[in-house]
């Protein structure tokens, strides 16, 4: 019998490669929120072909999550079997310039999701969470699960709480928790205030980059990186493959981190988009810890556990990062062009 399953924040740069990824590798019914007040683009859906060739299968409802799901529109959703809450303000930046505004709508995003988790019982509630929860790493060595919650900035800060609301409603309710820890992820339809979307458009535009350095300004962060289809399939191998674990049985939920499988600097991201362009870099290294407050220089997760279970990611790297950049420079409207 064909599952049916809920998407929160479905206009949404990640949720909406998800939707396409569930489209593409299942007989599903989906269930889409979305309050299009935030980052939410409702192109990013219709402009879809997977969507196009599949709209009966898709229904889209608009909810601020800021507000409790009403009856009314729990009746409109249905019964589900299978939820990924992806709704969530996700920008570093934003969160240091408005951390109150924007750490109050993380919180009750994830009260609404695990209140309404906790009405309608799922078979799997997957909350969508970051690897900067964990707060920066020395570049060698990466975090593995359940390491120390150390937040550097109110973005992280916001997703370790809602982490630990969803831990407290899998203890106190028995909600069906997986929680996630992702590393950056890039690809098609992401916002262009992300960091690869933003250096396509400062290449094309020959305008200066800013790259985050340490104080000598000589050596820039590196991150993990991942293709939104890669995200999206390991989410979809959980929900068929990973056991639910329960308290008492279990003293923690199951928790696993989504890695890319190469750490690259920020420097050598920069160039390697504008050699793919084919146009020279402009950029300036920049002291992090004076032009961002809270900087982490180095990101790092353990990606061995999810591999342990039997999951392979689907695309290269190197292929689907190529693939994404020709994407932009093909469609610049998307990065206000």
């Known amino acids: 019998m064909s599952k049916r399953i809920l998407l929160t924040g479905v206009g949404g740069f990640i949720s909406s490669h998800c939707l396409s990824h569930v489209l593409v590798n299942t007989d599903w019914e989906v269930v889409g929120l ?23 299968r898709v229904r889209i409802y608009t909810h601020d999550l ?21 709704a969530s303000d ?11 505004i924007f750490v109050k709508n993380n919180v009750n995003i994830a009260l609404n999701m695990m209140d309404y988790a906790r009405t309608v019982n799922p078979e799997k509630f997957i909350q969508i969470g970051t690897d900067e929860v964990y707060g920066p790493t020395d570049g060698i060595h990466n975090h593995p699960e359940w390491s120390p919650i150390i937040p550097s900035n109110p973005y992280s800060a916001s997703k370790a709480a809602q982490d630990a609301i969803a831990i407290s409603y899998w203890r106190t309710y028995g909600v069906p928790l997986i929680l996630t820890n992702i590393m950056n992820t890039f690809g098609e339809y992401q916002d262009s205030e992300k960091f690869i979307p933003l250096v396509v458009k400062k290449v094309l535009k020959g ?3 800013t790259i985050h350095a340490d104080k000598t300004k000589t050596v820039s962060g590196a991150r993990y990186w991942l293709h939104a289809r890669n995200t999206s399939d390991a ?15 279990s003293s923690r939920p199951e928790r696993f981190n989504i890695v890319g499988g190469k750490q690259i600097s920020n420097l050598d991201i920069v160039l390697w988009i504008a050699k793919i362009i084919g146009k020279e870099a402009n950029y300036e290294m920049v002291d992090a810890e004076t032009s961002r407050p809270g900087h982490d220089k180095f990101y790092g997760l353990s990606g061995e556990k999810l ?15 190529e693939k994404t950049i020709k994407w932009y420079v093909d469609n610049p409207r998307w990065i206000g062009l």
């Open 34 to 56: 979305d309050s299009w007040n935030h980052k939410g683009i409702s192109e990013r859906v219709s402009e879809s072909k997977h969507y196009q060739d599949n709209k009966h």
């Open 66 to 86: 800021n507000s409790p799901i009403s009856h009314v529109l729990e009746h409109k959703i249905g019964k589900v079997d299978y939820i990924i809450n992806f």
């Open 90 to 100: 996700s920008h570093v930046d934003r969160s240091i310039a408005h951390p109150s």
């Open 207 to 209: 305008e200066k980059i």
């Open 235 to 249: 989410l979809l191998f959980m929900l068929k493959n990973v056991p639910i674990a329960k308290y008492p049985e």
């Open 307 to 321: 591999k342990s279970y039997g999951h392979e990611f689907p695309k290269n790297l190197e292929e689907s990062f």
